[in-house]
């Protein structure tokens, strides 16, 4: 129980830090703290409306045969939201669980409208890239940026 516990602490730390870091990205590039909060919560708004819809697009195109359908329902894959919830989702099962599977019995999944459950591992993995790349831009942004302005 405590190493789960401790895995749910570490899984809630890095969603702050990752939305976190957007913000810090957006109030480098806007010169702006305002632009910071306003930026990241744009983002999740993009997220919470996008998402859903571009998942029912795509599960209509699956239900007619399309391979495109199939491409489209893997959208879900480079969004920070889902990887995260995968990811939070393992933890609240075991604290070792990183295999994951498809979902092929009901519709609902981690965004609850998606067609198949992102595992755990790579929403861990791509947590944590969009972590590496958002800390390197926001660090590229400072060092290119005139300091005299």
Known sequence: GLLQLLGFWLVLSLRLFAY???????????????????????????????????????????????????????IQDVFLEPNLSALLSAVNQSPLDLGGAPDTTSTGSVSGTGLYVISPLQGLLVS??????????????LRKRDVTN
């Open 20 to 74: 976190t870091l957007i913000a810090l990205l957006l109030a480098t590039l806007g010169r702006s703290t305002a632009a910071g909060i306003g930026g990241a919560l744009g983002y999740v708004l993009f997220e919470l409306i996008a998402l859903p819809i571009i998942l029912a697009i795509a599960y209509v195109v699956l239900s007619t045969g399309s391979a495109f359908g199939d491409a489209l329902q893997h």
């Open 128 to 141: 944590l890239l969009y972590c590496v790349v958002l800390i390197g831009l926001s660090y590229w942004v």
